[in-house]
């Protein structure tokens, strides 16, 4: 495994340690329910990658969906539950980011490698009469920039199987940007890539997730996004695309 799988391991990993605490904090949270509630198991995450010859990614690791009292994970998005808001609560979150890479490719030879991001900030999901409203305001800590998302879904259910589909849009200001897909003047000499300092970002995305059942409490999560990136990313000299795909496949348990 490459030191940038091995990164990216290491963070989503550490989502079983947050679930495995959860008992922990939830003794504290009676209003909120004393069991694990929701989806959690085992799954297959992958995403092409945006940057040249970085190629696509492919972990197995955990999956989880559910609240423990105040406390929950919302597959990459770990989080507190604390005053009330509208129709849900303000959350303080954290997000298991995996858009760093390595340097470690000819494509790359003279640019140096590129940390994961970690943001953290506050959030909140409101379920309306219309759908779920994701909303999260976040500081990287790794580049000093922010990160905004706003997601919306819903859900139909076909037979047995429940869809979700999925519409976003997510802001990243332009330290956050630079951090990943800039180039700076040391680089450009090593590199020969031309100098690259973008401002922010605003991506759309459209995905579609699924529950499908197996058996009693066991069923397959799955989910793919798409999003459209923007000048701002596609334009850097280090980028090959225009997109980016993400998904997973899991296998879960639904504890009630």
């Known amino acids: 495994m490459t030191p940038r799988r ?12 947050v679930l495995a605490t959860l008992p922990c904090v939830a003794a504290a949270q009676a209003a909120f329910g004393d069991r694990l509630v929701g989806e959690v198991g085992l799954g297959v995450y992958g995403r092409s990658e945006v940057v040249r010859d970085t190629g696509a990614s492919t972990l197995v690791l955990p999956y989880a969906y559910a609240d423990w009292g105040r406390v929950f994970a919302r597959v990459d998005t770990l989080g507190v539950k604390t005053l009330p808001l509208g129709l849900g609560h303000l959350e303080l979150v954290a997000r298991i980011s995996t858009e760093g890479w390595d340097a470690d490719k000819p ?6 490698d590129r940390k994961n991001p970690v943001p953290i900030g506050v959030g909140t999901l409101q379920r309306t009469a219309y759908g779920g ?20 879904g819903t859900r139909f ?11 976003g849009l997510e802001h990243r200001t332009g330290a956050y940007v630079r951090h990943l897909y800039g180039v700076d003047a040391g680089e450009s ?15 759309p995305m459209a995905g579609l997730a699924a529950t499908v059942p197996i058996s009693g409490p066991w069923a ?18 280090i980028v090959g695309t225009g997109s980016l795909d993400s998904g997973h496949v899991a296998l879960t348990y639904e504890f009630k």
Request: hydrophobic residues 50%; proline residues 4%; without cysteine.
């Open 6 to 17: 091995t990164a990216r391991a290491a963070a989503l990993g550490a989502a079983l340690t």
């Open 107 to 112: 494509a790359l030879r003279g640019l140096s």
């Open 133 to 152: 409203f994701f909303l999260y305001a976040m500081h990287d800590l790794t580049s000093g920039g922010n990160f905004l998302e706003a997601t919306w």
């Open 157 to 167: 259910d076909l037979g047995r199987v429940a869809l979700y589909p999925l519409l």
């Open 189 to 203: 000499a090593a590199s020969g890539y031309a100098t690259w300092a973008p401002g922010a970002s605003t991506v």
């Open 220 to 237: 397959v999560q799955l989910q793919w996004r798409h999003r459209w990136l923007d000048s701002a990313i596609r334009d850097s000299p």
